[in-house]
């Protein structure tokens, strides 16, 4: 299994990125595919989780600002982030919890 995140960088307060998780070797649309995050000094915690019926679940401190996606077709999991803070900032991470795979994680950086 292979996931490759990509769609990170710098942002100002209040904007928007989109991240998005490629996947080989991995059905997305019979995994239940997550969102997690590590800010420097910090444990890293989840983001957002879609579960094999497309039902999500977030995190408090992202609810109404992010939305986690999946494409079938494309075998790609989406990570919407508006609204974004300085304390978004953080190595994101795309995660396939049934097989324990990790991307490599793409940094986002909110700052003006």
């Known amino acids: 299994v292979q996931l490759v995140e990509s769609g990170g960088g710098l942002v100002q307060p209040g904007g928007s990125l989109r991240l998005s998780c490629a996947g080989s070797?991995?059905?997305?649309?019979?995994?239940?595919m997550g969102w997690y995050r590590q800010a420097p000094g910090k444990q890293r915690e989840l983001v957002a989780l879609i579960d094999t019926f497309g039902s999500t679940n977030y995190a408090d401190s992202v609810k109404g600002r992010f939305t986690i996606s999946r494409d079938s077709a494309k075998n790609t999991v989406y990570l919407q982030m508006n609204s974004l803070q300085p304390e978004d900032t953080a190595v994101y991470y795309c995660?396939?919890?049934?097989?324990?795979?990790w991307g490599q994680g793409i940094q986002v950086t909110v700052s003006s």
């Open positions: 070797g991995i059905i997305f649309s019979i995994n239940p």
């Open positions: 995660n396939a919890p049934v097989s324990g795979s």
